[in-house]
């Protein structure tokens, strides 16, 4: 018997819907999905946990909460980036391990624990937490192509995962690019070397060979298989839960589910797909070999997509795709999965776009330091220099990154005690702390919703629609612009000037000028600042302004850092390319700029 894991409530919508999927659309087919007796169904962490304060105005814990009150005889599963937790960064041993006991508590049973690199120290503490509160842990590796990435190497390291205490195993194939040998390889050479537990295949249909890759784990003897419903399924989510159902059915593997039960919930989620239309992308519909090349998973792949057009790079795509490629095996062969993914997916963005390591994210930097674990591969020589300098050996760490971390728990509820508009409960804490900007805002109750359930599908000329509308029909700009000049426009521009972007589920608010139309300016608005001055230091990406370092009539030297902006998720620093002083300066901390926006000021 195979059993399977269920994905349509997080990792689904997370690939094919950018996480929106809202918890009133998702309890209406709890009770059914309840019914069918899976392994565990996934229905938290991930993006799901920031993308609902960012963008839906929902709380977190409030979702898993009622999932878990509307699901009493299924495990609920979350995804865990191990001290990452479910953010981009590490974190001390005091928050994961309070982050744990709040997730048990308020109603996640099994714990999906993966590091990026999988480094298996920053596993430990999680994974240890997790067992302590009562917690089912299936620890994952997560899977990638490089000449590390040998058989042997997952065998090893799936046995070492074993005799740390975990319940459960996963194969974590984020990009969907194993192959049938491959599978059946590392899952036979797992029960071959004495493993006893269960071991999970997860992966997505990226490549167009999923399938058969299931088949072959199937006859390796995998235990338990990844599944979506299959309206939000195939492309860059999971193959569907019911065909995989269907095609057990009658062998020594079936699954033992109804499938006429999974038919009726796949009606259900029918009109969600068509309810969250504006949201469709045809890229990440389609099957795409190469990502057997560039290894960029689906959530990324697709947001991606998503963050090229708001850059005005569309036509880039091929290009940076083979970038990451390249930038991936000069930093020694990262698995692309969350926040490595980041790491080697922003750099190769900025290289296409910049020159190759012209721009280096500090994540890029911290990467190189050995801030996120041990590389699987030895890095680029070369590129260490380029990234750290000539010194670069002094930089680098060997201890596990989160030693060298202060515990903070104490000090996020002191900090968020000092506002008298929130809420002070252990969750909140939590949210605070591992958000504390965004986590703030929607705490106090400032968060709004880009959409309710009750407004889908959104109308074509929404703003929000704009992308799925122009995928196919790229002449549509004069739904959206008044071409007329403002003295012959009967009513306002109706393209939206300004714009919330997500990556991978992070927001960056930008504001565009269309070519080719008018825009009326509102009452009260101030002047824009000038375009171009004689020692003008500009922006070379769009982002948002993290810090201001120096004022105006500050002596600096060539350099030095002005500024930082934060860009697709990623922190840049602004460095001085003259000695001079600081004539003036155009912007503030929070202040959304583009490329090519004027900064400051050095003379």
Sequence with gaps: MVQIHELILRDAHQSMLATRLRTEDMLPIAEKLDEIGYFSMEVWGGATFDVPIRYLNQDPWERIRELKKAMPNTPMQMLERAMN?????????????KFMYLAKKNGVDYFRIFDALNDLRNMKVPMKAAKEEGGHVQACLSYTISPVHTVDYYVKNFSQLEKMGADSLCIKDMAGMISPKRAYNIIKGVKDA????PIDLHSHCTSGMTGMAYQSAVEAGVDVLDTAISPISGGTAAPPTESIVAALQGTKWDTGYDLEKLIEIRKYFLKIWDKYRHLHRFNALKVDPSVTLHQIPGGMLSNLIFQLEEQGAHGKYQEILDETARVRKELGYPPLVTPTSQVVGVQAVMNVLHGRYKVIPKETKDYCKGMYGRPPAEIDKKIMKKVLGSNWKDQVIDCRPADLLEPMWEKRKSELKSHDDVKITDENVMTYAIYPQVGLKFLQGKAQAEFTSDELPLPMD?????????????????????????????????????????VDGEPYEVKVTPQGGFLVAGAGDEADPPKDVEGGIKSNMQG???????????????GDVLATIEAMKMEQEINCEVDGEVKDVFVGEGDAVKSGDLLMQIL
Excluded at 85 to 96: C, E, H, M, R
Excluded at 194 to 197: A, C, P, R, S
Excluded at 491 to 497: E, S, Y
């Design 462 to 502: 929404h703003k929000l629609t704009r992308g799925m509308v122009k995928q196919s029909f790229p002449e549509a700009d004069d739904m959206y612009l008044e071409t007329e000049p403002p003295e012959k426009r009967s009513g306002p521009a109706q393209i939206p000037t300004d714009f919330e972007v997500e």
């Design 544 to 558: 948002t302004i993290l810090k201001v370092k120096v004022n105006k009539g500050d002596k600096v030297k060539k």
């Design 194 to 197: 004495g493993v006893k537990i």
């Design 85 to 97: 937790i479910v953010a981009y960064w590490n974190f001390p041993d005091d928050i994961v391990k």
